[in-house]
């Protein structure tokens, strides 16, 4: 069974600074990654994602994340957070066979100051 | 305008009740599901169904239940032997045809509170 983990529960930032959030998956074979974003008051919804091909992937809002295989890590990353971004953040992963469900991460909130 | 409704917003329950929580989408999808979402815990699968009249336990099924008797439709009973239901309800769907790379369309969800 697939199982994330995302180690930052809580992470303050200046608007502007660079973000970088840490997911890694266990799973030995070969999976699809997705970071999800819950803003205040709205659905959670989809950042970005990665099935194969360049490991560095771009999403909405400038966000983007790096797939390394050999750390089973899937980073997001922002080179200057807004106000706007103060958000939940939540790394899924799911097998790259059949149709399993996705597996969340316990998230990682973000707080962007003024 | 099409999407996924979920209903009550807020649903309060009483002890030894059971109570079920709505999910209606109009986007065609196939495979719908039901996580749970408590503070610092992330979302939890509950159930999901890929197909009408055919559903499957998630990681914490016990304590709950579901039928998918319609392709739009995809209720959730909590029913007494859930201990601990408080918490926020998700239902989300997806196009189901590759269903492991398809996103997520999630609803607003309905927050269960035991009274």
């Known amino acids: 069974a697939q199982s994330v983990s995302q180690h930052n529960h809580h992470v303050i930032l200046s608007e502007a600074a660079s973000l970088e959030l840490g997911c890694n998956y266990s799973y030995g074979g070969t999976v699809n990654l997705f970071w999800y974003v819950q803003y205040p008051g709205q659905h959670l919804q989809l950042l970005l994602k990665?099935?194969?091909?360049?490991?560095l992937v771009k999403g909405i809002k400038g966000f983007e994340a790096e797939f390394i295989k050999s750390k089973f890590s899937f980073n997001l990353r922002k080179p200057s957070v807004q106000w706007s971004d103060t958000a939940e953040y939540f790394c899924?992963?799911?097998?790259?066979?059949?149709?399993?469900?996705?597996?969340f991460g316990k998230g990682t909130r973000l707080s962007v100051i003024a | 305008d099409g999407g996924i409704t979920q209903s009550p917003k807020y649903l309060f329950r009483k002890e030894g009740q059971n109570v079920t929580l709505s999910c209606e989408q109009n986007l065609n999808h196939d495979a719908m599901y039901w996580y749970r979402q408590d503070p610092g815990q992330g979302l939890r699968l509950i159930y999901y169904s890929q197909i009408v009249n055919d559903f499957q336990k998630g990681d914490i099924a016990e304590g709950y239940s579901v039928s998918r008797e319609k392709k739009e439709s995809f209720p959730l009973t909590v029913t007494s032997a859930q201990k601990n239901p408080t918490a926020f309800y998700l239902c989300?769907?997806?196009?189901?045809?590759?269903?492991?790379?398809?996103?997520?369309?999630f609803g607003s969800g309905t927050q269960l509170s035991v009274l």
């Open positions: 989300a769907s997806s196009i189901g045809a590759e269903g492991s790379r398809e996103k997520l369309f």
């Open positions: 899924a992963v799911n097998a790259n066979s059949g149709n399993t469900p996705l597996v």
């Open positions: 990665y099935f194969s091909g360049d490991p």
